[in-house]
T-cell receptor, first 115, second 113 residues
Framework: AQTVTQSQPEMSVQEAETVTLSCTYD???????LFWYKQPPSRQMILVIR??????QNATENRFSVNFQKAAKSFSLKISDSQLGDAAMYFC????????????FGKGTHLIIQP | EAGVAQSPRYKIIEKRQSVAFWCNPI?????LYWYQQILGQGPKLLIQ????????DSQLPKDRFSAERLKGVDSTLKIQPAKLEDSAVYLC???????????FGPGTRLLVL
């Protein structure tokens, strides 16, 4: 079974600074997908970014980018120019390739933005 | 495009009572998921439907939880009887057939007293 580990229960960053959230995973599969979801206090999970394992290029979405290291099974999220609205829980998630399956989530990282 | 809808948003019940949650996925999405998120943890998959058939219910406590997806659209998740440890947020998500990206609803917060 796949596992996802987020080793930082909480991170704090000054507004406008850059922060990196860590995620590692364990799998024996070669085809899979990785996601970062944001969960504000409303509890709705919002997709931030996704990465296909077969792509070497790291995904980017505006201020959000990932550092995908397939051999190391590492998938970190970098948030540039942090804004107050970025404050939330961030979850790393794994999806097996080849079809529709449930997501395996990490325990999350609570991101605090200091004004 | 409307997102995933869920109701109710909040529910408080006493243990041993029953409760039901409703989910309406994004239009055209064949796959529907129910997740349970206990405080301080990531969501855990309870059940997955493809159209109106069950794909995976291996983590569903079948002695008290049941779910159905009528006509391959809306879905209901029921708990009967509820236990204190069922207090959690229940998240519904949907995706296009054979697509990996899942879109989540706002969730239902359940408190069992």
């Amino acid at each position: 079974a796949q596992t996802v580990t987020q080793s930082q229960p909480e991170m704090s960053v000054q507004e406008a600074e850059t922060v990196t959230l860590s995620c590692t995973y364990d799998t024996s599969e070669s085809d899979y997908y990785l996601f970062w979801y944001k969960q504000p206090p409303s509890r709705q999970m919002i997709l931030v970014i996704r990465q296909e394992a077969y792509k070497q290029q790291n995904a980017t979405e505006n201020r959000f980018s990932v550092n995908f290291q397939k051999a190391a099974k590492s998938f970190s999220l970098k948030i540039s120019d942090s804004q107050l609205g970025d404050a939330a829980m961030y979850f790393c998630a794994y999806h097996s390739g080849g079809g529709a399956d449930g997501l395996t989530f990490g325990k999350g990282t609570h991101l605090i933005i200091q004004p | 495009e409307a997102g995933v809808a869920q109701s109710p948003r909040y529910k408080i019940i006493e243990k041993r009572q029953s409760v039901a949650f409703w989910c309406n996925p994004i239009s055209g999405h064949a796959t529907l998921y129910w997740y349970q998120q206990i405080l301080g943890q990531g969501p855990k998959l309870l059940i997955q439907f493809q159209n109106n058939g069950v794909v995976d219910d291996s983590q569903l406590p079948k002695d008290r939880f049941s779910a159905e997806r009528l006509k391959g659209v809306d879905s209901t998740l029921k708990i009967q009887p509820a236990k204190l440890e069922d207090s959690a947020v229940y998240l519904c998500a949907s995706s296009s057939a054979n697509q990996e990206t899942q879109y989540f609803g706002p969730g239902t917060r359940l408190l069992v007293l």
